[in-house]
Every structure is written in structure tokens, then in C-alpha cells.
């Protein structure tokens, strides 16, 4: 049996559960079914007005972001589903921290509830570095099924991985 390397930290019970999905051949079918809805965000920009339509709703307060990009030399878990930066930058004669967000190319193509998890992940460093209680209060507060999409994200990554 090969090891999951995306559902690393889950219980033995639920890692059975997965490996059972796959070899019944059932996983694609699974997460179709609850997850049959794509996207359309396709370019840079328009990626920039869907995390920014998100970030006014939920944290308008927040540093502004300079950048939204769809990056495709991220790998996914190495940079814990998405990576965020602070750039500091001088405007005018004072420091404005700004704030860039990069999501991994793989979810262009990934159903829509997947791309809004990666981003209601990224927004959320805005407010909360550590991915602490702090941090996955305001993940749920903007998605209120945060964590069964976060699992079932790393079923998806599963699955891809399965198909290549
Ligand atoms: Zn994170």
C-alpha cells in the first residue's frame, strides 16, 4: 500500500477509509459527486478581483494586496497550500506593507470550492501567521466548512497524484 503523503497526521481509521476508496476505484467518483462544480477564474487578473471580492466581505481591514498571481513552481504541500508573503515597500516617505498572494497553478483546473479553500487559506495569513486555533477560526468564519474541504482537498491531491 502506498503511503498518502497529503493526508499525513490523519487517524489510522480514516486513512483506511481512503485506501479502501482506491482500490475500489470509488475516490474519482466520491468527490465528483460533491464537487462537480469548476470555476472560471483563469488569468491573474481575474484571480486578483476573486481574492479581492473575498477579502472585502471578510477582512476589509486588512494590508492591501499588492499581487495576486496563479504560480506554477509552487508545490502545494511543500508551502503548506499556498504561500503568502510580506513585502515591505517604501511610498513616498513612509514603509506601506503590502502583502502578495501566490496560488499553486494545479488549482486553475480544480473545482471551485477547492480554489475558494486556498484562498480563504491565504487570506486568513493576512490576519494570522501560525496555523493556530486564531488562524482556522477565521478560515471557518469565512467558509464555514473549512475543514471537510481541506480534507477533501488533499483527496483530490490524492487523486491526481493517482492519475499520473
Ligand atoms: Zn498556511
Known amino acids: 500500500m502506498r503511503p498518502l ?41 481575474q484571480l486578483y478581483d476573486y481574492v479581492q471580492a473575498l477579502k472585502e ?32 515597500r517604501v511610498q513616498g516617505d513612509r514603509l506601506k506593507a503590502s502583502r502578495e498572494i501566490r496560488i499553486a497553478t494545479v488549482f486553475r483546473d480544480s473545482p471551485a470550492e477547492f480554489l ?5 487559506h491565504e487570506l486568513a495569513h493576512l490576519r494570522e501567521p501560525e496555523h493556530d486555533k486564531a488562524f482556522y477560526r477565521l478560515c471557518t468564519h469565512m467558509a464555514p466548512d473549512y475543514h471537510q474541504l ?15
Open 57 to 88: 466581505r471578510h477582512l476589509r481591514q486588512s494590508v492591501p494586496l499588492a499581487k495576486v498571481v496563479y504560480d506554477n513552481k509552487l508545490q502545494v504541500m511543500k508551502h503548506a497550500l499556498g504561500t503568502h508573503t510580506s513585502i515591505s
Open 116 to 120: 475558494k479553500m486556498i484562498v480563504v
Open 5 to 45: 503523503k497529503y493526508l499525513g497526521g490523519y487517524p489510522p481509521h480514516v486513512l483506511a477509509r481512503v485506501h479502501a476508496l482506491i482500490e475500489q476505484g470509488r475516490l474519482r467518483d466520491v468527490l465528483g459527486g460533491r464537487y462537480g462544480e469548476l470555476h472560471s477564474v483563469r488569468t491573474d487578473g
Open 150 to 164: 481541506e480534507f477533501d482537498l488533499r483527496l483530490y491531491l490524492t487523486l491526481l497524484d493517482l492519475d499520473t
